[in-house]
Nanobody, 124 residues
Framework: QVQLVESGGGLVQAGDSLRLSCAASGRTFSMYAMGWFRQAPGKEREFVASISKYAANIYYADSVKGRFTISRDNAKNTVYLQMNSLKPEDTAVYYC?????????????????WGQGTQVTVSS
């Protein structure tokens, strides 16, 4: 198993940037493809970005493409989500997730391991 802990959320203004981190412990981090998801109040959890085990395959939701960047440092057992040009509609709880495959996925049900989430609030 792998345990995941997100950090880096907060309250920012529209146009600002944040970097989320997700620290993993337990099994070897490089065994896992990683994903970021988010859930706004009253909405379903949605895919944000995914990164394969060795960062060869990266995917983004259309809503964040060009603004968000996912990356990972396998030596530090950490995956990051750099969020630029934030919008009020980016407000949500952000979760990182792990799956023991080479490539990530855009479906939350594909990920067996989840962090507790970190709140991101973007004011207009």
């Amino acid at each position: 198993q792998v345990q995941l802990v997100e950090s880096g959320g907060g309250l920012v203004q529209a146009g600002d940037s944040l970097r989320l981190s997700c620290a993993a412990s337990g099994r070897t981090f490089s065994m896992y493809a990683m994903g970021w998801f988010r859930q706004a109040p009253g909405k379903e959890r949605e895919f944000v970005a995914s990164i394969s085990k060795y960062a060869a395959n990266i995917y983004y939701a259309d809503s964040v493409k060009g603004r968000f960047t996912i990356s990972r440092d396998n030596a530090k057992n950490t995956v990051y989500l750099q969020m630029n040009s934030l919008k009020p509609e980016d407000t949500a709880v952000y979760y990182c997730a792990a799956k023991n495959t080479i490539v990530g996925a855009a479906t939350s049900n594909d990920y067996p391991y989840w962090g507790q989430g970190t709140q991101v609030t973007v004011s207009s």
